[in-house]
């Protein structure tokens, strides 16, 4: 059984999760009507990797006998003026949704709750891709600059990523 206090702490980071989905399916449908349908879907992707972490959170609070309890989700911002501009916003969100995390990770230590610990460590490795992506598209876009033919490729290779459900949920 879960104490109140993870059960509450991890409903908190479910509805991270889902404002992370929704802040990026804005970003989709942003970049979908500026006509960069490429960066359009990474960002389609990567709503569907936020819904998954949040399934992740759910499945747990199920298995532990906790109740799931799904709040409201904060409204999102509706428009970015760059596609840098769009994924600096992206890093400084998942470096928050990292100090979350590891908030979670500490409290499941104070609370000796090994396998809520277990559980995160998926999550903070998680964190360390989903950080590095964003920087290594931050460096690719500062390096092309006011460059249209370079967005243009930046584009056309955003739009070939694809969305694949983590193995841990294939698991459950
Ligand atoms: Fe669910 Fe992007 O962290």
């Known amino acids: 059984m879960l104490n109140n206090k993870i059960q509450d702490a991890i409903n908190n980071q479910i509805n991270a999760e889902f404002y992370s989905a929704y802040l990026y399916l804005s970003m989709a449908n942003h970049f979908e009507a500026e006509g960069l349908s490429g960066i359009a879907n990474w960002f389609k992707v990567q709503f569907k990797?936020?819904?998954?972490?949040?399934?992740?959170?759910?499945?747990?609070?199920?298995?532990?006998?906790?109740?799931?309890?799904?709040?409201?989700?904060?409204?999102?911002?509706?428009?970015?003026?760059s596609p840098t501009e769009a994924f600096k916003a992206t890093l400084e969100h998942e470096q928050k949704v990292t100090a979350s995390i590891n908030a979670l990770y500490t409290l499941a230590i104070e609370e000796q709750d090994y396998a809520t610990r277990d559980r995160l460590a998926w999550f903070v490795s998680?964190?360390?891709?989903?950080?590095?992506?964003?920087?290594?598209?931050?460096?690719?876009?500062?390096?092309?600059?006011?460059?249209?033919?370079?967005?243009?490729?930046?584009?056309r290779e955003l739009a070939t990523r694809t969305y694949t459900a983590p193995s841990i949920l294939a698991q459950e």
């Not at 499945?59 to 428009?79: C, W």
């Open 49 to 81: 990797e936020e819904q998954a972490h949040a399934e992740i959170f759910m499945n747990y609070i199920n298995q532990r006998g906790g109740r799931v309890i799904l709040a409201a989700i904060e409204a999102v911002p509706t428009s970015w003026a």
């Open 126 to 155: 998680e964190q360390v891709e989903e950080e590095d992506n964003c920087r290594q598209l931050i460096d690719k876009l500062s390096l092309i600059g006011d460059n249209g033919m370079g967005l243009y490729m930046i584009d």
